[in-house]
């Protein structure tokens, strides 16, 4: 059986509490940058492809251990965070200060909703999600290392659970009582499970 990890990134300047410019750009901090180094202890052997999302932080948690095996090719793929505030309002702000425009647009449970610009609709958000587990389909590599983000890991292990399930105001509190019940730590490698068909589809 292959083996696909879902790596969060270290912890970056958001998570301990500084100032965001956009969600792309945001570091790792000095905590974060150690965590990406002990990581590469976890591999005592090459994987046959990393991949990471567009946001830098991910690309500085690979970096020990594309430094390590340089010979493993790296891809880019749209695996990055769900980002559903408007970048422009939320620009140079922490994360206290976004807490009451997350709350409000996890209220709406409204899968349509965009805020604006840099925002995508939760809709959008698993649609990329679908993408990716329809791409690992068609990888025939032995073991796969995806350098993503909280959100994204656990929407793909929510959609894993439930392939068929509709997107829509049910399906989102499910995913958001999910990730209270499973938080991705930062640094942290979750294992991929595929989903099964029609298994558990149906949110009841």
Not at 63 to 89: D, G, I, S
Not at 168 to 191: K, Q, S
């Amino acid at each position: 059986m292959p083996l696909i990890q879902l790596i969060r990134h270290g912890e970056s300047i958001a998570n301990s509490g500084g100032v965001s410019k956009t969600p792309a750009c945001i570091p790792l901090s000095k905590r974060g940058e150690d965590q990406a180094l002990a990581l590469v202890a976890q591999f005592l052997r090459p994987p046959d492809l990393i991949v990471v999302s567009p946001y830098i932080r991910t690309h500085q948690t690979a970096a020990p251990l594309c430094a390590r095996f340089p010979a493993v090719p790296v891809e880019t793929w749209p695996v990055h965070e769900f980002t559903y505030l408007n970048e422009v309002q939320y620009a140079n702000t922490t994360e206290d200060q976004r807490t009451p425009g997350a709350r409000a647009y996890w209220q709406r449970r409204d899968p349509s909703h965009c805020e604006g610009a840099g925002a995508e609709s939760f809709a959008s958000f698993m649609a990329r999600v679908d993408d990716l587990i329809e791409r690992l389909t068609t990888r025939h590599e032995r073991h796969i290392c995806i350098f993503t983000h909280s959100f994204f890991i656990n929407a793909v292990q929510w959609r894993c659970l439930h392939p068929e399930a509709e997107v829509d105001a049910h399906f989102i509190e499910g995913y958001l009582d999910f990730r209270l019940a499973n938080p991705v730590a930062n640094a942290e490698a979750v294992i991929y499970a595929a989903p099964k068909a029609h298994s558990q589809s149906v949110l009841v």
